[in-house]
């Protein structure tokens, strides 16, 4: 996926938000970092665009008050989000959720994320 420079720098912003201010990225695991980055990245989009994420798992609820406090302060730090579309929030958290699961799993030199004896 190619972005223009505004889009990544947009991105950037984000995911710094979420680098600096949310502890949920540090999970100890690799399959439960991938499952709550999804997971709250989702709901996040679908909160920005206006949708009602469904809540069937306890899992799911969890996400949902991690996402329901992500939509708010990227609304209020960066106000520029409000001005997009919908297509363009989806791709815009699309992008973002793949550069956090880059950062934080695929790239990782962290090898304690794969120990299968988690």
């Known amino acids: 996926m190619t972005m223009d420079d505004l889009t990544k720098d947009r991105m950037e912003q984000l995911l710094n938000y979420i680098m600096k201010k949310c502890l949920w990225q540090f999970n100890s695991r690799a399959w439960d970092r991938r499952k709550q980055n999804a997971g709250i990245l989702g709901q996040t989009a679908q909160i920005l665009c206006g ?40 791709a815009l958290i699309k992008a973002l959720h793949e550069r956090l699961d880059f950062l934080t799993i695929d790239g990782s030199l962290n090898t304690e994320l794969t120990v299968q004896h988690y």
């Open 51 to 90: 949708e009602t994420p469904v809540h069937e798992t306890a899992n799911d609820k969890c996400y949902w008050v991690d996402a329901v406090l992500l939509a708010r302060e990227y609304r209020a730090r960066f106000p520029w989000i409000n001005e997009l579309s919908h297509d363009e929030i989806k």
